[in-house]
């Protein structure tokens, strides 16, 4: 029951705060509210601006988007937070002008790691591992482009190449030839 986490994780000592968690605990309206109505506004729309030319939107971009491709377009990026409901394509407001910049780093003949992508669980980073495999194998202009994946234990199975699903995971491969992407986590990225 919430009451009894709420008298176990808190133990005021101070004497002007006696019986204050049974005070609180005593009105029920305090622990206890709802239901509560969301009302969720639709996303604005976006210009419709063609923002990467050889790779293709499959969605047309929201405003909160538009803003982020802007600041982040290769050249001279700037910080950018973004922070905006489920579902909104936080992803792509920095997963795509990342590409845009490995994709033109490539072509420059410039190799090895052009991004770090920090995730906090490796379930999050192995998901966004396939997005970015299946991105690069089906748009023509990335191809070329690789992403490694550096999290927790050597796979038993682990890869040596990208494919339409997985990106590299081969410890070996990913050090003798750094990825343009690389996906880890804090620990790995500090055993690194």
């Not at 109505?37 to 990467?52: I, M, N, T, Y």
């Not at 890869?159 to 070996?172: K, N, S, Y």
Request: net charge negative; hydrophobic share 40%.
């Amino acid at each position: 029951m919430a009451s009894d986490a709420i008298r176990t994780a808190f133990h005021p000592t101070t004497p002007g705060f006696a019986g204050l968690i049974e005070r609180f605990l005593a009105d029920r309206d305090q622990l206890l509210k709802g239901p509560f109505v969301s009302v969720s506004l639709p996303f604005r729309e976006g210009s419709g601006r063609d923002w990467f030319p050889e790779i293709p939107l499959s969605f047309p971009p929201y405003l909160h988007q538009e803003q982020a491709f802007e600041r982040l377009l290769p050249g001279s990026p700037a910080n950018t937070l973004v922070a905006t409901g489920t579902g909104s394509g936080k992803t792509e407001c920095f997963l795509l002008p990342l590409l845009e910049h490995c994709l033109q780093q490539h072509r420059q003949g410039i190799r090895g790691i052009k991004a770090i992508l920090i995730y906090p669980m490796n379930a999050l980073a192995t998901d966004q591992a396939k997005r970015i495999a299946r991105l690069i194998h089906t748009v023509p202009a990335l191809s070329g482009l690789r992403a490694g994946l550096y999290i927790g234990d050597q796979e038993e199975q682990s890869t040596i190449a990208m494919g339409p699903e997985q990106v590299i995971t081969d410890r070996d491969t990913l050090h003798k030839a750094p990825p343009d992407l690389l996906l880890t986590n804090y620990k790995q990225l500090d055993y690194l």
